[in-house]
C-alpha cells in the first residue's frame, strides 16, 4: 500500500461548493444564490464576526440585567430578579464565546501541532453547561416561591422594561444563530438558543405580572417552574450534542457519499476506500482515503493524481486529506474472476458491508484484503476467522491476510 502526503494547503481561492462539516448559510453568495463557505483566507474575517456577536451580547445582556434588576428589587418579584441573574449569565457566557475564539485562533505550535481549534468546543460546552445550571437553579428557586408565595406590587414601567426585554432577548437569538450559522460556531449557536428561551423565560414572567396585576394573584413560582424545566432540558440537549461532537461523531454520511464519488470521477481512479475524517475546529478537517487505481501507474502518476485529489477537496470542503494507494488489474480476466470469486464468498457472511482491497501474490500463493465489518459484529477476531477458515477451505492452496475495517462512513 503506498501513501503520498498533500496536506500543504493550496493558495486559491476556495469556490463555491460543500462544506465540510454543515452547510453555511449567509456567508456570501455565489452568481446563482449558492452558499460559499468561509475559506481558510477568511479565517480572520470569520473570528471577527464571532468576537462582534460576542460583543453585541455583552452590552445587551448587561443593559438588561440592570434594568430588570432595578425593576425586580423595586417590585419585590423574584421572578425579575432571577430574570435579571440569568441576563448576566448570558453576558458571562458571551465573554467565554470571545475568549474560546481568541485562543482557537492562536497558531499552531510544538505541544498542539494541529491547532487550537476544538477550544471552540469547548467554550460552546461551558455556554450549554450555563444553561442547564441556569434551569436547574431557576427551578430551585421556583419551588420556593411556590411553596412561600408573596404579593408582588407591579407597575406601568414594570411591564414596559419586561416587553422590551422580550423584544431585544428575540432579536438577539435570531441574530446569534444566524452568525453561528455563518460561522459555523457552535459556542455562538448554543447562545442563541440561550437567548431564545431566554425571551420564553421572561414572556412567562409578563405572564404572571399580569395576572398579579388584574387579580392580584401569584403564579410566578409556577410560571418559572414550567419553563426552569424547559431551559434545563435544551441545555441538557445542546451539552450531550457538543460532548458528543467532541467525542467524534460519524461522518455525515451525504458528505461521505459526495467525497468518495467526486475522488471516484478522477480518472483513473476505480474506487474511493477507507475514508476518515477527523476535525480539528468548526473550520478544520483533516482525513485519509485509498485510492483504488490501476497497478500498472507509475509513482509520479499516482503522485499526481493523489495531489489534484487533495487540492481538490481542500478548496471545495477545506478538508486536508491524505492518499494511500491500492493496486488493481481490472483488465486482467484471471484477476477479475479471482477477484470476484472471493468477493462473493467473503460477502455471504453476516455483518460484512464491504471488502476491497484485493492483493493477490500468486508466487507465493498470499493474498491479502479488507473489510468493512457492520458495528453489530462484536467480536472481531471469531467474525474474522470464520472468513478465513471458509476462504482456505475453498482455496487450500492459498493463505488469507484479512484486515477488518470499522464502518466510518459506509
Known sequence: MASTRTDEKPTA??????????PVSGASRGPSGENIPY???????????????????????????????????????????????????????SVVTIVGVKLAARPADREHPMGYGRVEYLSALLVAAAVFATGVITLRDSILKILHPTLSTYDWVAVVVIVLSIAVKVWLGLYTRGKARETRSDALDASGVDALFD??????????IAVTMLWHVTIDGWISALISVVVAKSGWDMLRDIVSEILGERIDPKLAKGLRAEI?????????????????????????????????????????????????????????????????????????????????EVMAHEGVLSMHGLYVDHDHNRVVFDVVRDFSVTDV???KGRIIDDLEKRHPDYTFTVHVDVDYAE
Open 13 to 22: 481561492e476556495k469556490p463555491a461548493g460543500k462544506t465540510g462539516r454543515v
Open 39 to 93: 475559506a481558510p483566507s477568511d479565517e480572520r474575517d470569520r473570528n471577527a464576526v464571532v468576537v462582534r456577536c460576542g460583543a453585541v451580547g455583552i452590552v445587551a445582556n448587561v443593559a438588561l440585567a440592570a434594568a430588570k434588576a432595578a425593576i425586580g428589587f423595586a417590585s419585590n418579584s423574584l421572578a425579575i430578579v432571577l430574570d435579571a441573574v440569568n441576563s448576566l449569565t448570558d453576558a458571562v457566557s
Open 199 to 208: 425571551a420564553l423565560v421572561t414572556g412567562a414572567t409578563l405572564v404572571g
Open 264 to 344: 471516484a470521477s478522477f480518472p483513473p481512479v476505480i474506487g474511493a476506500h477507507d475514508l476518515f475524517l477527523d476535525s480539528f475546529g468548526p473550520n478544520e478537517m483533516i482525513g485519509s482515503v485509498h485510492l483504488e487505481v490501476p497497478a500498472n501507474m507509475t509513482a509520479m502518476e499516482i503522485d499526481t493524481l493523489s495531489r489534484k485529489i487533495s487540492d481538490r477537496v481542500y478548496r471545495e470542503h477545506n478538508i486536508i486529506l491524505t492518499c494511500g494507494v491500492y493496486g488493481a488489474d481490472p483488465e486482467d480476466p484471471e484477476w477479475k474472476k479471482f477477484n470476484d470469486s472471493i468477493r462473493a
Open 381 to 383: 477476531a471469531a467474525f
